[in-house]
């Protein structure tokens, strides 16, 4: 397990520091930018599964707020896949808000294999 650790930290150290090289900037510089490039993804999926949100609740305001007709099929289905794809985004962005760091690692090491 120490040997496992050890190695991906090396791999981790040499990819971050050829990327600097390559972009000739420092290499805690490329690393800060992905963190922040990470937490942007975070933030960006949030909204736009908030935007997905006011649809899914949108529909169904209109389908279920009217007392004099049943709700048709196609209304239903559509809040269901809008509160899908927030389900979706929400899994998706709220651990980028919560470890960047993390995502910032995994963005290096799929530069470099």
């Known amino acids: 397990m120490d040997s496992t650790v050890a190695y991906l930290t090396e ?20 690393f800060g930018v992905l963190v922040r490039q990470a937490y942007l993804e975070g933030v960006l999926f949030l909204v736009i599964g908030s935007v ?17 007709c049943d709700p048709d099929e ?16 929400a899994w998706r962005g709220v651990p980028r808000l919560c470890n960047p760091e993390y995502y910032a690692v995994r963005e290096i090491l799929g530069i470099f294999g």
Request: net charge positive.
């Open 11 to 30: 791999h981790l150290t040499q990819s971050l520091h050829a990327l600097a090289k390559n972009l000739q900037v420092p290499a805690e510089q490329v």
């Open 52 to 68: 997905f949100l006011l649809l899914a609740s949108l529909f169904i305001w209109l389908s279920f707020g009217k007392k004099c």
């Open 74 to 89: 196609v209304t239903i289905f559509l809040s269901l896949l809008f509160i899908g794809l927030v389900l979706m985004m």
